[in-house]
């Protein structure tokens, strides 16, 4: 007997199914995030002064933002009258 009954087998049963409904890209993910949860969690409860001064640092790669010109066009202001159409002419 396993764990309060269940054997490796039916762990392992259970673990299958639950890789077909979720998929291995968000259960990868969630444990990603749970991990850095209990990470964050444990430095706040070992150090509970060095934390509330600093803020929370984020791992996230920076990419570099493309730097774009305005490009400035010198107009006549818009006329506020209507055209003439031939008729009117």
Do not use: Y
């Amino acid at each position: 007997m396993g764990f309060g009954g269940i054997s490796i087998w039916q762990l392992l049963i259970i673990l299958v199914i639950i890789v077909l409904l979720f998929g291995t890209k968000r259960l990868r993910g969630i444990g990603a995030d749970l991990g850095s949860a209990i990470k964050g969690f444990r430095n706040s409860v070992k150090d509970p002064e060095d934390s509330a001064e600093q803020p929370a640092q984020t791992v996230q790669p920076q990419q570099p933002q493309p730097q774009l010109k305005a490009e400035v066009k010198d107009t006549a202001p818009a006329s506020t009258e209507q055209p003439k159409t031939p008729e009117q002419r």
